[in-house]
């Protein structure tokens, strides 16, 4: 049976904005990264300016965003599962070292003059396949190096750091293709994963040692699939996210194109409007933690929604290259707010056995949304305008916006999602090891007729959490007998199985099974039987030996 709640809970104080940068660990790989993103933004414009020059069509153009995203879409699955199975360290070194080697091989393709635009795309391609891998892993590594009260923090520093290279990486990006082509900014953006490289190198987490056998790719991936659809705010946050990805990527893809179409610039007006962009990301990343504490999650999300809609309807139809600047600061700060709040959200909502998996799918849905949002906003730019794109993916941006009136982002700051540590494995009289199964488990209650309405809606919640854990085939039975009987009933396919099963209780969990044992009125604990099922078959009956008899001793 499932052990009694603790009852602590942590009370989490709005820290400041800067207060994670306090843990020197943290510090570390986020100014590392803050540096490797630097290269990733140079690259970036490299890549979307030399389509420009070799492919000068809306479609192409937008696909060098798409091709970057579509791989995370694919792979981030695998790379969530790897990473909560693995040591995640490794795992970014892995990533990283892999990028590296992709931006190395792209510039000597351009400096060669090697490059087509399909090459292109799978080089784009191939650098998505690194973020991939790298972002689940260094996201849920954030919960390990502050603590959960500054998690919020560290969440939108991350992005602030990404944005402070989005300020400065764009401008200079657009000054290195200007003055020495694209294969120039892939070199440096293949430099600048070195120093990310060195400080993981130099990382040495704690150890983490597991008690039960790692699970398989499949399974590990099938855990975090199924933990997500149990977890109803992490399935709000899916559908928020995806729909505001769809419309802010018009924004993002065309914007090439509103500087060398709309404004009749070159690299560096690209690079200033991207600049532009980052600048506002790192104002709200400043003004992050106070709208906290004066918003609920929801609101910052509507919000957000209905200033970047505002400002890329400005964006559309100006020409002034000074007003379509001050639209992307606000586009900016909405981007960066409505994500951290989202990624805070999700890691909020899972437990650190799963998180990895959990931001792994959020970031399918936001990269999903940017990927299918950059190739739709291409081709109706393409049959249309680029001012008629940027208009259509605000008004699809203020519906996303609405979507809160019917799936409200939750508050989740109150939730103490530690797992129990108090269930022990139980002794069997039956011998079993970990591939022994099915198991089946039957909880006994005794529950009085005034409290039938009290455990059925706790009997919903408790259906919800086994099955998002592992059980199978949950079912609730009730005694004709004696109607104050009530049998809870799940399987899982082994003891291990089942052992990790239980091992995933979380304190906010447990403040269920508190909830159903207090309605118990029997004198003693609720019945647990845990039995492994068999398929009836006859036995023969064993032949009887037959004597052997040596030729040789015949008489």
Known sequence: MTPDESGSVHNEQAPSALSPLRYPVFRGVWA????????????????????????????????????????????????????????????????QGFMLIVSATLAGFAWSGWITPWLLLIFTFLMGCGSAFNGPAWQASVGDMVPRAELPGAVALNS?????????????????????????????????????????LRWRPPAN???????????????????????????????????????????????????????????????LLLGAFGVGAVAGAVGNAKLRQRM??????????????????????????????????????????????????????????????????????????????SWLWGEVAADTSVTLALLAASVVMLGGAALGRWWPVAQTKELNLDLLHLWKEPSTAVPVDG?????????????????????????????????????????LLRDLADPEVWIE??????????????????????????????????????VVRRMIERQCAPIAPRPARERLIDPTRLP
């Open 32 to 95: 590392a990264s803050t540096v490797s993103n630097l290269g990733v933004l140079i690259q970036s414009v490299g890549a979307s300016w030399l389509m420009i020059a070799i492919a000068p069509s809306a479609d192409m153009v937008a696909l060098v965003l798409a091709s970057v995203y579509l791989p995370i879409t694919l792979f981030s699955l695998v790379a969530g599962a790897v990473a909560d199975n693995l040591d995640r360290r490794k795992v970014m070194l892995a990533a």
């Open 160 to 200: 602030m750091g990404f944005n402070i290279a989005r300020s400065a990486g764009p401008a200079i990006g657009g000054a290195i293709v200007a003055a020495a082509g694209a294969a120039a900014a892939f070199a440096v953006s293949a430099v600048s994963n070195i120093g990310l490289i060195v400080v993981l």
């Open 209 to 271: 040692p597991q008690t039960l056998p790692r699970e398989t790719l499949g399974i590990a991936m099938g855990a975090g699939v199924r933990f997500v659809a149990g977890s109803p705010a992490i399935r709000t946050v899916l559908v928020r996210s995806a729909v505001f990805c769809i419309a802010a990527s018009g924004l993002m893809a065309l914007m090439p194109l509103l500087a060398k179409d709309r404004l009749g610039g070159g690299p560096l007006t690209y690079g």
């Open 296 to 373: 609920s999650t929801g609101a910052i999300v509507g919000w957000t929604s209905v200033a970047f809609a505002l400002a890329g309807s400005i964006a559309a139809v100006s020409t002034q290259l000074l007003v379509t600047m001050a639209a992307l600061l606000v586009a900016g700060a909405g981007w960066l707010l409505a994500l951290a709040t989202f990624n805070v959200a999700v890691q909020m909502s899972a437990p650190r056995w799963v998180v990895a998996r959990a931001l792994s799918i959020y970031q399918m849905a936001a990269f999903g949304g940017l990927a299918s949002g």
């Open 435 to 475: 591939r022994t199964g099915p198991v089946v488990i039957t909880i006994e209650y005794a529950i009085r007729e005034t409290d039938l309405g009290e455990f059925m809606g706790a009997m919903v919640e408790r259906r919800r959490v086994r099955r998002r854990d592992g059980a199978r085939n949950w079912t």
């Open 489 to 526: 009933r799940y399987e899982t396919p082994t003891w291990l199985d089942y052992v990790r099963h239980n091992s995933r209780m979380t304190h906010h969990d447990a403040a269920i099974s508190e909830r159903i044992r207090t309605l118990h009125c029997g004198r003693d604990a609720p």
